[in-house]
Nanobody
Framework: QVQLAESGGGSVQAGGSLKLTCATS????????MGWFRQAPGKEREMVAT????????GFADSVKGRFSIWQDHAKKTVYLQMRNLKSEDTAMYYC?????????????????WGQGTQVSVSS
């Protein structure tokens, strides 16, 4: 059973930093793409950053480029999101997600595994 568990959220002032952690279990960690997504109240969920199986970063949302970074720790089967220079508009629930692995392959962009989320609140 695949499980994703986020941690590291909290409340910070604008300009501050947070590091989110996504610990995985039961997932073919080195195989498929994983990512961080967020959803603010009244808004649709959006992709923040994604990383592929060999550590290559697929992309960042334009709104976080230059401020956020994503990386993996293969030994710990963990994905991190470092957030710097946080802005009030970064306030949201942040989710870790992973692509489906089925039939011996990854299903590109088909994120079927999700964590419970961790809240990030940035005050101006």
């Amino acid at each position: 059973q695949v499980q994703l568990a986020e941690s590291g959220g909290g409340s910070v002032q604008a300009g501050g930093s947070l590091k989110l952690t996504c610990a995985t279990s039961g997932y073919r960690f080195l195989t498929c793409e994983m990512g961080w997504f967020r959803q603010a109240p009244g808004k649709e969920r959006e992709m923040v950053a994604t990383i592929n199986f060999n550590g290559g970063v697929r992309g960042f949302a334009d709104s976080v480029k230059g401020r956020f970074s994503i990386w993996q720790d293969h030994a710990k089967k963990t994905v991190y999101l470092q957030m710097r220079n946080l802005k009030s508009e970064d306030t949201a629930m942040y989710y870790c997600a992973a692509e489906k692995y089925e039939g011996g392959r990854c299903w590109e962009y088909d994120y079927v595994y999700w964590g419970q989320g961790t809240q990030v609140s940035v005050s101006s």
